[in-house]
């Protein structure tokens, strides 16, 4: 399929990006069509420099950069910043995530483009939002679940534990993303800009709505369980005899029973004392699951994944990165890199049409001479 032939072709996005979640809001715009301007320092976005792990690309960079042209601006200097304002003139979509009031300090904020350029639709990721008193605060990933409350919630009841992905930024970039696509649609039936602003901070704490609501109404938030389940059991990892880990999850009286007689090998247990309902299981936690895991011990996991597909019981492996890699779900593609090219995992938007092979990856101002030549003036 042609680019022509995507969604968002005809939309050009400029995107004054760095790190994560602006770069991964822009990646998925271009994977729909969109022509996506990459503004970058001579030095490049630092992401870059994170590690030289894909065929000596960033993996981050490599993740989050398919599909961009890369333009090396300086807009402290006039020139560049006349040659941006004349870009953004014929653009649909600014992003931007620098620190807070940079892009104002630079002539390119938000408010003020829009006035410029009606049209516009602006997007200004941050960490914490703009007008409090937490807005000049560092934001990464981390901090952020911690500040959160994710880390509360999240790992062992002796020890805290961080979400192994950049949760918090993906969130922020996904929420991005689908206020622009909304915002496409309003301007392309009135012609106008709108503004948007989007925070690592508040994307974490819609995901923390349950705990938080709990928290409120009970007094009473969730406390850490680890794999477990804080009002479901049996539910959580149990290790097979050749040491992999399956997860289960048990929800309803017919599946305990069910899970009792063909994989505990004990229909009984189903109505004894202490076992017999959810509330008398959580509440006896710690025998249910010395039962279950003498159970699982006994075989090994494609045997016990066997016997958990018959009955059927939910589980998921504990799957490591070495174990994804060749993975009969995992869906990889080639992209060019500069100097070279790599495999890597598709986009998840998998649609009727062809996907769109517009995938390189560019290097530092791969593109600048091509874009200073076309808006010359």
Not at 161 to 184: H, Y
């Amino acid at each position: 399929m042609s680019q022509a032939d995507l969604p968002l072709a005809g939309v050009t996005v400029v995107s004054l990006e760095q790190a994560v979640a602006a770069p991964l809001c822009t990646a998925r715009l271009a994977e729909a069509g969109a022509r996506v301007i990459k503004i970058e320092r001579a030095s490049g976005d630092f992401a870059r420099g994170y590690d030289g792990f894909v065929n000596g690309q960033a993996s981050y960079f490599v993740w989050t950069n398919r599909g961009k042209e890369s333009l090396v601006l300086d807009i402290k200097h006039d020139e560049d910043k006349a040659l941006l304002k004349r870009i953004l003139a014929k653009a649909d979509v600014w992003v931007q995530n620098l620190a807070p009031g940079a892009t104002e300090r630079s002539g390119f904020g938000s408010e003020q483009l829009r006035q410029e350029f009606p049209q516009l639709i602006t997007c200004d990721i941050s960490g914490y939002g703009e007008d409090n008193s937490y807005g000049d605060m560092k934001a990464y990933d981390l901090l952020i679940q911690a500040e959160s409350g994710i880390v509360s919630v999240s790992g062992s009841p002796d020890e805290y534990g961080r979400v192994g992905v950049s949760l918090c930024d993906i969130s922020a970039g996904m929420n991005a993303l689908a206020g622009i696509q909304q915002s496409l649609v309003k301007q392309a039936r009135t012609g106008k800009g709108t503004g948007l602003k989007v925070s690592l901070f508040d994307c974490a704490i819609d995901w923390m709505s349950v705990p938080l609501l709990q928290q409120k109404y009970t007094g009473n938030g969730p406390k850490r369980v680890g794999l477990k389940h804080p009002s479901i059991a049996p539910y959580g990892g149990f290790t097979c005899a050749d040491g992999k880990t399956l997860v289960i999850s048990i929800q309803n009286e017919r599946e305990w029973a069910n899970f009792c007689a063909e994989i505990l090998e004990d229909a009984d247990l189903a109505s004894k004392p202490g076992f017999a309902s959810n509330k008398q299981r959580v509440e006896n936690r710690a025998e249910v699951d010395a039962v279950v895991q003498a159970a699982f011990a006994n075989h090994n996991s494609d045997t016990m994944r066997t016997k958990l597909l018959a009955v059927p019981i939910a589980f998921g492996a504990i799957n490591t990165p070495a174990d994804l890699v060749g993975h009969e779900l995992v869906r990889m593609e080639t992209v060019a890199i500069p100097e070279g090219e790599a495999e890597v995992i598709a986009s998840p938007v998998q649609t009727t049409d062809a996907p769109n092979a517009m995938r390189a990856v560019p290097s530092i101002g791969q593109h600048s001479d091509a874009i200073r030549a076309e808006f010359a003036s």
